[in-house]
C-alpha cells in the first residue's frame, strides 16, 4: 500500500504542476488581451475573467500540493472540495456555451462596420482593415460594384505575377466570422483540456485521500497491538498491585 500510495502522490504533484501551468498560461494569454481590449466590452469581460480563472487555478494547486506534501487527509478533502467547485463552474459555462456570430465580439464588428460606413469619407481605414485580413469589401468584391467603385488595391492578392492579380474571395464579415469562430473553439478546447485535467486530479486525490486513511487506520492499530510474548495485564491488575505496595509501605 506504501507504494500505491507514493506513485500516487507523485503523480499527483506533477498533474497538479501541469495544472498550474495551464492557469499561468490562462493567465498570460488574459493579460496581453487585457493590453489590445478597451475597457467595458464584451472582450475585456472575457479577458478579466480568464485573469480570475487563472489566479484560482494557482491558489488551488498551491492549496493541494500542500496537502500532498505533508499528508494531511483533511487538506486533500478540502482540496478536493475545491476541485469539484471548479468543476461545476466550468460545466456550467461549457452547458451554456453559444454558437459564435460575427457580432460576438463587439470590438470587431464595429471596427469592421466603422471603417465599411465611413468609405467615402475615409477610405483608407478599409482599405487598411482589407489588406490586414486579406478580404476585399463588406460581404466580397461585388459590395464596390454595387457602389459602382473600383476595386481598391488593397482587394488584391500579392503574387510574384503582377500580371495575374486575383481579388480576395471572401468579405471582411465572413473573414470576421472565421476569425471569431477560431478563437471561441480555441478557447473551448482550452476549457475541456482544464476540465479533463481537473477530472483526473480529482480521482487522484481522492484515491489518495482513501489510501492515506487506511494507513492512518493501519498506524492506530499497530500502536495497540501488543509486540508478541508480551502479554498485557487487565487494567484492574495494575490498580490492585500500587495499592497493595502502597499498603506494604506504609
Known sequence: MNGCYSAIKYTGLLSNLLYMLLGIGVMAGAGLGLQVAEPNTPEHTYFVKSLVLGG??????MFGCYGMVCNLLCVNLIFTLFILIALAAEYLQLHHYHSPSPRSSAGAWQQLEL????LDREPDLMHQYEAARHCCGFNGADDY????????????????NDTAQQVYPIGCLETLSHSQRYIQQRDKLAMWAIVGLEIFILLQTVALSVLLFRLR?????????VPPGVRREPRSNHVTASRAQLLNEA
Open 217 to 225: 487506520q493501519r498506524q492506530r492499530l499497530a500502536r495497540r497491538q
Open 56 to 61: 484560482t487555478i494557482c491558489m488551488i494547486v
Open 115 to 118: 471603417a465599411w460606413s465611413g
Open 145 to 160: 460594384r454595387r457602389l459602382h467603385l473600383l476595386v481598391p488595391a488593397s482587394c488584391y492578392q500579392a503574387t510574384a
